[in-house]
């Protein structure tokens, strides 16, 4: 470690170190870890090398809900022993699943539940520092569920889309308000089942009433309460947590966007925001522009504030407002190693406690603001809506003063990518049709006349347990490749941006008829919807493609595919069980927390496609990943008869593609 540094002495308990090239793809993230290294600091990647992942935990074979136990069975035998209540694998597995579940919706409901609440502030004039921004977005909304909009004022509608949306959280019986937005054929099947979510509080309850030691001993019965919840979570509290997102911040439209390290400035004080709800965003955003703190700024030597977002409230802000991004959940700790960041203010989800020790070592510092998430070793300053000025301001305030005393040698990758972000399902239907004509039309159309094969939502998040961005970027080549339209949301799609395929001229990659339609349209071959609660832009634009009409009743009908190729959290199981039970086929990398052959997995895996439903697919490979997606678009087109029209689609290009080289 360089000598005139004040950087603290941390212990490295890493044994095994590999290689940063074996571990990333992300150059910016790579030359951080090898600075750390040098440093003595350890990051994510580290700890990953020297854990080795419980086998046991990995097929989800323990039990640990009653203190008879814990219980283990064997994942290679997983039908010769019970627990000792005699609870057998799928049991075990089905109620551990459903914990994963239960936390990962709980988390989308909590997060959408303190959007609604901020909301129901705003309308009742308690807080003056958010306000209606996107009053079109307010109508449709309340329109989509059918609060009577003509004629009456945003704050009417607006006091009956809480009082309504409300009910997706608190209701007890009934369905929740956007189960009107399914197209009728899924929630038919989804009524056939019993696993019409009523209220968000109910679903995760019941959830985790049921998978108490004694309780449904019933995997099937069991994977219908999961469906519920996830169900509780796409098409309710995150659902809620993006159109209320919309409402106060404005609906997204394409903007151009500076993505990777290299939007850090090594003269300006560096703040970043990372975690999941838009609001300390937004507050922070009226703080660095607030005049005395930007003369402030200056008055310590810099050139001013910049302020930048990483994961996914990182990717909320740089759709609505264009703020550049410094990378996705594997690079939150690689960021703090270039010593240029002078404070980073956090909020809920995904944020590592690793983080404390990394800010501690640079000088960073590192702020809590969220009541229900504190870290211990960071400094907690609690944001309230209501007055959300004091929290940030005292961040800025810090982070410039950390400036004027840095002293820690800075070294920033110089890296930015650029890329379009910010399709959402509003933007969508203007980019297709203008605003006279928006509608999904002219994507239904390409899709039934071949050009387009299918579209796939390739989400979520970053794992150190695979190469970081590398099955997404791999993946995501492969099925604009083969003329498949790619929808992004999550860490999925800082990584695509680093790889260059978010911008138009990546066109160029796609297949011949996605990358004339992309062409024609001046649209990128992978669109960034956002983060992953805006998952429910995905299950809005499914919606519609059934609405416009031509690609069969129901979602699961379409030639749609799902990925999550570098899954980590539980929020991306619920998310996945909500795509499946949707109609999705749905493929998940790295790992799969269920042992194969079993009953439980071939519920998930086939069952469950048969009841009119998605199903669950598994790979670590992004090619192979790729095919199944594929095949599965093709047997969709076969079922809809279309599948001959691509034929003849691909002829007339290759013909055409002869004509021009003669
Ligand atoms: Fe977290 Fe949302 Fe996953 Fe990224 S994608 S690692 S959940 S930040 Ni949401």
Not at 6 to 31: F, H
Not at 160 to 181: C, M, N, S
Not at 269 to 293: K, Q, R
Not at 613 to 621: A, E, T, Y
Request: include cysteine; hydrophobic fraction near 40%.
């Amino acid at each position: 470690m360089p000598k005139e540094t004040t950087l603290k002495e941390t212990t490295i308990a890493t044994k095994k170190v590999r290689n940063p090239k074996e571990v990333t793809i992300c150059e910016s993230t790579a030359r951080m870890l090898e600075k750390a290294r040098r440093d003595g600091v350890e990051i994510g990647f580290d700890r990953a090398a020297n854990m080795r992942a419980c086998p046991i935990g990995a097929d989800s074979a323990c039990c640990k809900h009653c203190a008879m136990g814990p219980c283990r069975l064997n994942s290679k035998y997983p039908y010769k022993q019970v627990g000792v209540c005699g609870a057998n694998i799928d049991t075990i597995m089905s109620r551990n699943f459903a914990r994963m579940v239960a936390t990962g919706s709980a988390c989308h409901n909590d997060h959408g539940m303190t959007m609604l609440g901020v909301f129901r502030d705003v309308v009742n004039g308690n807080i003056d520092d958010y306000e209606i921004k996107d009053t079109n977005k307010l109508e449709q909304v309340a329109r989509s569920i059918g609060i009577e909009v003509d004629g009456r004022s945003p704050k009417d509608i607006a006091t009956d889309l809480y009082h309504e949306l409300e009910k997706t959280y608190t209701q007890v019986e009934g369905e929740i308000p956007f189960a009107k937005r399914v197209p009728e054929k899924t929630l038919e099947t989804w009524r056939k089942l019993d696993i019409v979510p009523r209220g968000a509080m109910r679903e995760v309850m019941e959830l985790m009433s049921r998978t108490h030691m004694g309780c449904d001993q019933h995997y099937e019965n069991i994977t219908k309460q999961c469906s519920r919840t996830a169900l509780a979570d796409g098409w309710g509290g995150s659902m809620v947590a993006t159109e209320i997102g919309d409402i106060l911040f404005g609906t997204p439209s394409a903007v151009s966007v500076e993505v990777n390290m290299g939007v850090l400035k090594e003269d300006q004080v560096n703040i970043i925001v990372h975690g999941h709800e838009p609001n300390l965003f937004d507050s922070m955003f009226a703080s660095v522009n607030e005049p005395t703190l930007v003369e402030a700024a200056e008055r310590a030597g810099a050139k001013g504030i910049n302020l930048v977002g990483m994961c996914c409230s990182g990717l909320e802000m740089m759709s609505r407002y264009g703020v550049p991004h410094a990378g996705n959940f594997m690079s939150t700790e690689a960021v703090l190693v270039t010593g240029a960041v002078d404070a980073m203010a956090v909020d809920i989800q995904c944020i590592k406690q690793g983080l404390a020790k990394v800010a501690e070592c640079y000088g960073t510092h590192l702020f809590t603001t969220n009541p229900r998430c504190h870290i211990e070793g960071a400094q907690h300053i609690e944001f309230h809506e209501r007055d959300p000025k004091t929290c940030t301001d005292e961040v800025v305030i810090k982070a410039i003063s950390r400036f004027k005393n840095r002293n820690t040698p800075i070294e920033i990758p110089k890296i930015v990518n650029k890329g379009i972000h910010g399709f959402s399902h509003e933007y969508i239907n203007y980019m297709l049709g203008g605003s006279f004509r928006a509608s999904y039309s002219p994507l239904n159309d390409n899709i039934i006349n071949g050009r387009i094969r299918g579209v796939a939502g390739v989400v979520g998040c970053v794992n150190p347990r695979v190469k970081q961005d590398w099955v997404h970027v791999e993946l995501v080549k492969e099925l604009i490749k083969n003329d498949v339209l790619v929808l992004q949301t999550g860490c999925s799609q800082i990584a695509l941006t680093k790889a260059g395929l978010t911008t138009p001229e990546a066109a160029i990659y796609a297949g011949p008829g996605l990358g004339e339609v992309c062409e024609t349209v001046g649209m990128p071959p992978v669109l960034g919807f956002g983060a992953c609660v805006d998952n429910s832009r995905i299950l809005i634009a499914a919606s519609e493609m059934v609405r416009i009409g031509g690609l069969g009743d129901s979602i699961a009908d379409l030639p749609v595919a799902g990925a999550a190729p570098e899954w980590m959290s539980e929020k991306a199981i619920a998310i996945g069980q909500y795509f499946v039970a949707s109609g999705f086929f749905t493929v998940f990398g790295v790992t799969f927390p269920i042992v194969e052959e079993t009953k439980f997995h071939k519920h998930l895996f086939e069952e469950l496609e048969h009841q009119g439903l998605g199903k669950w697919g598994f790979s670590p490979d992004p090619y192979e990943m790729a095919k199944m997606m594929i095949a599965h678009i093709d047997k969709k087109r076969k079922a809809l008869g279309i599948d001959k029209a691509r034929e003849r689609v691909l002829m007339d290009m290759a013909d055409r593609r002869a004509v021009d080289a003669a």
